[in-house]
């Protein structure tokens, strides 16, 4: 299967969220920026620096476009200003230190100076698991802070803030007006309603 039907098939679970009008604004120009061109309101330097790498590594630009096309580090900045809850932020703030300093641990400097091949590598250590270890790390990210134990408090803390950032990632892709018409099924004057279409002829899923 190539990266467009792999595409296809996640729309089908995320084609259909919307966002607010003021947010999807930033989706609608299809040029990247780069990351010192624009102005954060809730990530630091840093974390402008490893989520746009980040995005690039979840969403690479193919015979599709990448993430980067779609300045998703930019919808993931404002989204979690304004959409996370106070104690969400604290949380997300918190785990991205965590990860941080894991990545200055194994790679000996900053995350500020990592590449993307660096960061493909951390990220992969925490996301390619084996069934047994990942229902593990599921559960535990489903509890309440306070029940979970002080030894798993790091771990808890990265992963809310790295499964944070990859379920903008594809919230803000699939919500996007370049992926909308370009990638799934665009149609602005749709035609009338037949619930008894077979799914194998819809093909590809719709943006409305």
């Not at 609608?28 to 010192?36: H, I």
């Not at 995005?55 to 900045?77: E, M, R, W």
């Not at 996370?84 to 785990?95: A, N, P």
């Not at 594809?170 to 919500?175: D, E, M």
Request: with cysteine; hydrophobic share 40%.
């Amino acid at each position: 299967m190539n990266r467009r039907d792999i595409i296809k098939g996640l729309g089908l679970t995320f084609g259909y969220a919307v966002a607010a009008p003021s947010v999807l604004s930033i989706l609608e120009s299809c040029s990247t920026k780069k990351e010192d061109l624009w102005e954060a309101v809730f990530l630091n330097g840093n974390e402008k620096h490893y989520i746009s790498h980040l995005v690039d590594i979840i969403l690479p630009a193919t015979d599709t476009p990448g993430g980067l096309d779609v300045n998703l580090p930019q919808f993931i900045d404002m989204m979690s200003h304004d959409m996370l809850r106070s104690e969400e932020q604290v949380i997300f703030k918190d785990g991205s230190l965590v990860f941080a300093q894991r990545f200055k641990d194994k790679f000996n400097k900053d995350i500020g100076e990592s590449n993307r091949d660096e960061l493909a590598e951390l990220f992969a250590n925490y996301f390619d698991l084996e069934p047994d270890v990942q229902s593990k790390v599921l559960t535990r990210q489903r509890k309440e802070l306070d029940k979970i134990e002080l030894s798993e408090m790091d771990d808890y803390k990265m992963y809310s803030c790295l499964i944070q950032i990859r379920k903008l990632s594809l919230f803000g892709y699939f919500t996007s007006e370049k992926i909308g018409r370009e990638v799934l099924n665009f149609d602005p004057i749709p035609g009338s309603y037949d619930p008894c279409i077979p799914v194998a002829d819809i093909g590809n899923a719709w943006t409305i």
